[in-house]
């Protein structure tokens, strides 16, 4: 029969160490570069889709079809960077007169994402929202040397 002394007894426990420390630590890193990556492509999504959606309003030839191009233009930003939100609902057009294309008048788009956080079910999203909200706000200026549409 062998005796274990004490410096035999530990042996080999240092790597099971080091694996369930760098499990423990190493999970919840991923994780939280997978949500701030997540966050930041939101963010470049929404400045990207505010700034053009308040470019292509000022330049339309109507309100209507300023809607639509902003509209169009959201989309394009929020597809761009992965994101599926209704445009539509997604962007809010602000004037300062109206009608809106008075020439020196001045036009807000507000775009807003809201991002789930990931590898959540869907079944928990219901009771408590796990998600975080993004906005951006650009104002655009309508030509001052337009002819009043």
């Known amino acids: ?38 966050v930041q492509a939101a963010t470049f999504a929404a ?8 470019r292509t309003y000022v330049t339309a030839d109507s309100s209507a079809v300023g809607t639509q191009r902003a509209v169009t233009s959201v989309g394009i930003a929020l597809r761009d960077q992965s994101f599926d939100d209704d445009p539509a609902d997604a962007l809010e057009l ?7 294309l008075v020439p020196g008048g001045r036009v807000a788009a507000r775009v807003e994402i809201r991002v789930p956080l990931p590898f959540v079910p869907a079944f928990v999203r219901g009771a408590i929202p796990l998600e975080v909200p993004v906005s951006a706000e650009r104002v655009a200026a309508v030509d001052e040397f337009r002819s009043s549409r």
């Open 47 to 54: 400045e990207g889709a505010a700034r053009e959606a308040a």
């Open 94 to 100: 602000t004037c300062s007169t109206t009608p809106c």
């Open 1 to 38: 029969m062998r005796r274990v002394r004490g410096d035999d007894a530990e042996a080999g426990n240092a790597i099971l160490e080091f694996l369930g420390a760098t499990v423990v630590l190493l999970v919840p890193i991923v994780y939280l570069v997978l949500v701030l990556g997540r």
